[in-house]
C-alpha cells in the first residue's frame, strides 16, 4: 500500500473521528439538562474522540493507537445496535433516530472501515485482535453504564431525538408530537448551562427524601429517574393545578375539570376546553395516578404523568388549557409574579431560568402523584384489620365483586382495583386495554370516529374500542361512568355487564354491543338478583375515602379556608 493510500486513510479517519466528536459534544448540554450521567457520557466520548485526532496523526504506526480508534468507532456504532434494542443503562427502548445520530453513526462506520484499509494487509492478525480487544472494551462500556444508572440514577421518562438541539434545529418541528419538548430544548441548552444543572441535581439529591406518608399495605409509587419528588416541587405544582392562568386565555385550570370533592372527576359527561370545545371523553379521576401504568383512556404510550400533563396543555384536539402559540405569554404570567419566583427557584434550585414548560409539567406530576386514596372503609377492612369497617351488605359485595361469576376482578384488580398498575416494585408492567361492547355501530365492533380507543393510535382492527380500565377507588364520587360518560349511576353499569354489551335500538350510535367480535372475552354477562345488585353497590360505595376529598394537602391554596374554588 502506498504512502498516499495510507495517507487518505489517516485522513478520513480525522475527518470521521472530528466529526462524531463534535456532534457528541454538541449533544453534551441536552443530556445534561434532564440527566447528567448521560451528559458526562457524552462529554468523555466526545472529547476523546476528538483527543485521538492528534496522536493518531502523530503516531499513525502505533498499535495500541489503532486499537483506542477502532474501539471509539467500531464499539460506538456496536453500543448504538444495542440501544435500538432497548437493552442498554441508557435505554429502555429504542431511541428515535434523527439527524444527529445519522451524521454520528455515519461517522463512526466510515472511520472504522477506514481504519481497517489503512492497516497493512500482512497485519491483518493484529486488527483480528484489535476487533477481539475493542469487542471487550464495549461490554466495559455497558457495565459501567449499568454500574452508572444504579449508583446515581438512571433514564428519563420517554425517549428524545436530537433534532431540537442547536445545529441540528428543525423550526418546523417536523415529526414530533410533544412540540413543548421541543420549544424549550431548541437553542436554550448550551455548555453555560451544564454547571447550573449540574448544581441542581447535586442540590434536589441532596435533599431530604420525600414522606409520602401512604397508607397501610401500599407500595411506594414509581417516580422517575430525571424528576425525583421534592416537597418544594409539589407545593409549585398544587399551585399551578389551581390556577386558571396556566390556560392560554386565562379562564381554566387542571382544576376546573378535576374537583377534590369528586375525587379529582368533574361530575360532567365530557369537559369542556378554554375555548369551549368539548372534549370527547369523559375526565377521569385523578385517584392514584401515580399508580397508573398508563395515562388517559386509551393511549399506550403515555406512561408518566409528566408526559401526560402536556396533553391538556398543549393539545390542540381538542383544546384544553390552549398553550400553543400562547407559550410567552403563559410563562410570563408566573416569571413575573413574586409568588411563583419563590415557588420555582425553591422546587429548581440554582436553574438561572427555571420558568420552561418542562418545569412546569414536573412540578404538576409531583403534585399529581401525591393524591394517594387509601382510607376507605375497604382499606380500613383490609389493611387497618378493623373487621367492623365493612357492612355484612358490603361483604356480600365484596364477594360478588371476586367472584368468577361476575368476573368485575379480572380487570379491575389489585390494591388499586386496575390492572394497569405500577409501583416501584413491580416487574413486569402491564398495560392492559379493553373492548367492553359499549359500542358496535356496523356489526363488526366499530366505535364512533372521534372515540375509537386504542384504534386510534394503532390504526389496528383488534383495538377498536379498546379503553382503560379506570381505578374503581372513590367511583362512587366520579359519575357519570365509561370513558365518554355515557352511563349516568353505577346501577346502570351493572345492568351493562349483566347483559354483556349495551345494546342502543335506534339513532346514529345503534346496535348491539354484546354482539361485537371484538368485545373482551371477560365482558360474558352474568345473572344477578335485585339485592345481589344492592350489595355490589354498596361495596363499591365502600370504595370511597372521605378523607381524600377533604385533604386540605390536596385543596386549592388560593382559596379562603372552607371554601373549595371552581
Known sequence: ????????????????????????????????????????????LGLTQLIFIPFFLFFPQNQPIHWLGFTLTGGMVILWGFTQLGVTPFTRAAEPVDTATIISKLAESIGCIALVLRYHPQKCRALSKTFGVSIVNVGMVLAVGFATEALIGGTPGGHHGHEALKGFNDPQNKGHSHTPYANDYTADYDWGDVWSSLKSYLATRSKT??????PPGFPKPRVPEDNPITAEKVQLGRHLFYDKRLSGNGTLSCASCHHQDKAF???????????????????????????????????????????QVLVPMFGEFPVELG???????????????????????????????????????????????????????????????????????ELRGLKLFLSEELECHHC???????????????????????????YNLD?????????????????????????????????????????????????????????????????????????????????VGFEITGQEKEDLVAFLKALTDEQFVKDTRFSDPFAPPGIARK
Open 1 to 44: 500500500m502506498t504512502e498516499a493510500v495510507k495517507n487518505l486513510w489517516t485522513g478520513l479517519v480525522v475527518i470521521c473521528l472530528g466529526l462524531a466528536g463534535w456532534v457528541h459534544l454538541d449533544i453534551v448540554p441536552f443530556h445534561f439538562s434532564h440527566m447528567p450521567a448521560h451528559g458526562i457520557f457524552f462529554a468523555v
Open 209 to 214: 427524601t420525600y414522606l409520602w406518608g401512604l
Open 265 to 307: 372527576a368533574d361530575g360532567l359527561e365530557r369537559p369542556k376546553g378554554s375555548t369551549g370545545m368539548i372534549h370527547p371523553r369523559n375526565s377521569l379521576t385523578l385517584t392514584n395516578s401515580a399508580y397508573s401504568s398508563t395515562l388517559t383512556w386509551a393511549n399506550p404510550s403515555l406512561g408518566t404523568i409528566e408526559k
Open 323 to 393: 398553550i400553543t402559540g400562547q407559550e410567552e405569554k403563559v410563562r410570563n404570567r408566573f416569571k413575573n409574579d413574586t409568588l411563583y419566583q419563590q415557588l420555582f427557584s425553591e422546587a429548581f434550585p440554582s436553574e438561572k431560568d427555571p420558568y420552561h414548560f418542562v418545569n412546569f409539567a414536573k412540578a404538576l406530576a409531583s403534585f399529581t402523584r401525591t393524591m394517594i386514596s387509601g382510607n376507605s372503609p375497604y382499606d380500613q377492612y383490609i389493611y387497618q384489620k378493623d373487621t367492623a369497617a365493612l357492612t355484612i351488605q
Open 412 to 438: 379491575h384488580g389489585g390494591f388499586n382495583f386496575t390492572l394497569s398498575t405500577v409501583h416501584d416494585k413491580t416487574v413486569f408492567v402491564e398495560k392492559p386495554f379493553h373492548n367492553t361492547g359499549l
Open 443 to 523: 356489526g363488526r365492533g366499530a366505535y364512533p370516529t372521534d372515540n375509537t380507543g386504542v384504534f386510534e393510535f394503532t390504526a389496528k382492527e383488534k383495538d377498536m374500542g379498546k379503553f382503560r380500565a379506570p381505578t374503581l377507588r372513590n367511583i362512587a364520587l366520579t359519575a357519570p361512568y365509561m370513558h365518554d360518560g355515557s352511563i349516568a349511576t353505577l346501577e346502570e353499569v351493572i345492568d351493562f355487564y349483566e347483559r354483556g354489551g349495551r345494546h342502543i335500538e335506534k339513532g346514529k350510535l345503534a346496535g348491539d354491543g354484546k354482539k361485537s367480535p371484538l368485545k373482551s372475552g371477560f365482558v
